[in-house]
């Protein structure tokens, strides 16, 4: 929907096709400060998303453990001050309102939106001719962006496109609390005592009364509870009462409605064609702890749709131009994903420093390199392979020492 807006704003007839799958909770609650920016240039700045009631602020981010204590992550004050000039606060999102608001958004601009789900494509060689909704109608358009989620991945299936997995199958179970006070900020609970891969627990408060609170786990995991017998509510409930934090909550409540969902990160290569680009979690699905997900999608929706505004009058996409698109997509989600599994997920890393200090070598990076991006906005074939080699630094950097920690055997794996 972000992209149509951008695409109808500079003259373009556009459809947008929404399936709106019934029964659907979104996610992406908790943005990273990439994420205002974006939101603005889609017609949302923070301002009108905090008085209009669909968002809080989030100044950091905080973990704490089963024993009570905390470390909190937060933007360094430098940050703020000149050269920099970087927004020290971004926001919490309640997701059914600014899905609502941004379909308004782009029904004022103009956008036509199609009520239906895409059942096929239709391709002739690497360029897409139509797509035929349930319904049956047939849709023929000279570009096509795909930006239909991680479940759907319509053209990366279409095409069969490569991808690259990250971790294992992983289930989240979440659900709203109401209470009277929070805290402006995201917070994350974890076990401190070197479990092997990490289960966690997020705090987002997207209303001032209002946290949704999600616990995330291997699929195996929660798959072994399942075969012996616990129910949804009771992982829920066991898990969560793990800490001190919820304990009282969860006795206010008898009966937990919780959604559940199961994912696994993963990052499509060769995400364009001759006449179309792939978006958002379609493209590459980033770990929902890196708070990445909703600004890759606004980002890539930026992208995808400033290439084809470049290029309508042609009929085709320079190949250059479409590859370095789909370059930036993926060095970018690789690097997230290989920096949160291999830093924070994994044991052997994590054991060795400590998580506390995991923390500050995933956060440090991936923070910084997500703002620079922000600022020298990567376009062209320098500026993009040169953000690519210096993602991929960062990574080899974590694949090494990964290996080495591993090798080593993390102090806390020895001890038993
Ligand atoms: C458990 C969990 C927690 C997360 N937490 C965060 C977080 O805190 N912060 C963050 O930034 N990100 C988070 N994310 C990621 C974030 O939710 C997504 O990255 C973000 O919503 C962008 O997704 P998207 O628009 O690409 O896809 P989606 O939001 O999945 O949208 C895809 C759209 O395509 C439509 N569609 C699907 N199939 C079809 C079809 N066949 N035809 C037509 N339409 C179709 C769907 O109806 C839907 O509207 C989380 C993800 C998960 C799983």
Known sequence: MAASIHLVRAGLRVLCIE????DTQPVGESLDWSAPELLAAVGLPMQRLIDEGLATWKRHVTLRLADGSATHYIPGEWLGQPPFNVELRTLHVDRVQLNATVHEI???TSVRILHDRVTEVENRGRAVISVTTANGTRITSPWFIDASGASARLFPRTFNLPVSDYGPHKVAIWTYFAVSES???TTLYAEG???GYMDWVWEIPIHPDTLSIGYVSPGEHIKALRSAGSTTD???RTQLGRFPRFREPLKSVPEISANVTSYRCRVHRHIFGPNWLVA????AMVDPMTSNGVTAALRH???AAALIIKYRNRSRLPWLAAAMYSRRVQDLARFFNCGIEKVIYDAPIRNRIGIKTAGDVYTIPAWSLNNVYSRIRPSGVVSSLFFGLLLGLFRTAATFYYAICKHEHAPCEAAG
């Open 183 to 185: 805290v402006e900020g």
């Open 234 to 236: 009771d992982i829920f």
């Open 106 to 108: 782009a029904l004022q």
């Open 193 to 195: 005592d070197c479990p």
């Open 301 to 303: 929706a930026s992208e």
């Open 19 to 22: 399936a709106d799958i019934p």
């Open 280 to 283: 958002g979690e379609a493209a």
